[in-house]
């Protein structure tokens, strides 16, 4: 029994050190002290930063997958009133009136949709009944809006869904509330009561 032992022992040496002599051109650089070092260096140092990075681009994959795009132009669309009209952006303040006749307006210098900050935008209204003529009637029933409905913005191919939160009366020249600069918040703005410029609705909503 230990005979055959011994046998077999020095046959895998025997093996081992042949495989060694035939095959060492292809296998030494395992021995090499620098592969060595880059190994034990490697899985001490590097490969967790090494695994983050993955995760990060894995990551990056799914959001980009899961984005979706759309060939709608910029505008917006409230499903409970029953409201879709094109979303305007312009430069500068004079140029606010004038583009309301053409859809609802991106305040200048508030956020974009989808960025942190405030998103300002505003558009008509009217008195019951109002003909509709160009977008006088589009912000209108505002005050129909509760808490949860919801508010899609379309903006450069993208689709951005807010949930109302709020609604709030303003004094004409009264500022908007402080709100937390790191959510994207939106606020549709309009004459209250519709088509008379006695005070402001505006309707907060918060990014999905």
Same mark, same amino acid.
């Given at each position: 029994?230990?005979? =055959?032992? *011994?046998?077999?022992?020095?046959?895998? *040496?025997?093996?081992? *050190?042949?495989?060694?002599?035939?095959?060492?051109?292809?296998?030494?650089? $395992?021995?090499?002290?620098?592969?060595?070092?880059?190994?034990?260096? !490697?899985?001490? !140092?590097? =490969?967790?930063?090494?695994?983050? #990075?993955?995760?990060?681009?894995?990551?990056? /994959?799914?959001?980009? +997958?899961? %984005? @979706?795009?759309?060939? +709608? %132009?910029?505008?917006?669309?409230?499903?409970?009133?029953? /409201?879709?009209?094109?979303?305007?952006?312009?430069? =500068?303040?004079?140029?606010?009136? &004038?583009?309301?006749?053409?859809? #609802?307006?991106?305040?200048?210098?508030?956020?974009?949709?989808?960025?942190?900050?405030?998103?300002?935008?505003?558009?008509?209204?009217?008195?019951?009944?109002?003909? &509709?003529?160009?977008?006088?009637?589009?912000?209108?029933?505002?005050?129909?809006?509760?808490?949860?409905? @919801? $508010?899609?913005?379309?903006?450069?191919?993208? &689709?951005?869904?807010?949930?109302?939160?709020?609604?709030?009366?303003?004094?004409?020249?009264? %500022?908007?509330?402080?709100?937390?600069? @790191?959510?994207?918040?939106?606020?549709?703005?309009?004459?209250?009561?519709?088509? +008379?410029?006695?005070?402001? $609705?505006?309707? @907060?909503?918060?990014?999905?």
């Amino acid at each position: 029994m230990d005979s =055959k032992k *011994i046998l077999l022992k020095y046959f895998l *040496i025997f093996f081992l *050190i042949s495989f060694l002599i035939f095959n060492w051109q292809k296998i030494s650089w $395992i021995f090499h002290p620098g592969y060595v070092l880059r190994t034990v260096s !490697f899985y001490l !140092f590097e =490969k967790g930063k090494t695994e983050k #990075v993955q995760q990060k681009e894995e990551q990056k /994959i799914k959001e980009q +997958k899961t %984005e @979706e795009f759309y060939e +709608k %132009e910029d505008s917006i669309k409230i499903p409970k009133i029953k /409201i879709s009209a094109p979303l305007i952006v312009v430069g =500068k303040e004079e140029e606010v009136k &004038k583009a309301l006749d053409r859809g #609802v307006v991106l305040w200048p210098g508030s956020a974009l949709p989808g960025e942190k900050g405030q998103v300002i935008i505003l558009g008509h209204s009217a008195p019951p009944n109002w003909p &509709k003529i160009k977008y006088d009637w589009v912000f209108s029933n505002l005050n129909s809006l509760e808490k949860g409905d @919801e $508010i899609f913005v379309y903006f450069k191919k993208k &689709k951005y869904v807010y949930r109302v939160e709020e609604k709030i009366f303003l004094n004409r020249g009264q %500022e908007l509330p402080k709100t937390d600069p @790191e959510k994207s918040i939106l606020f549709l703005i309009s004459c209250w009561p519709p088509g +008379k410029d006695f005070r402001r $609705i505006a309707i @907060e909503a918060v990014k999905d």
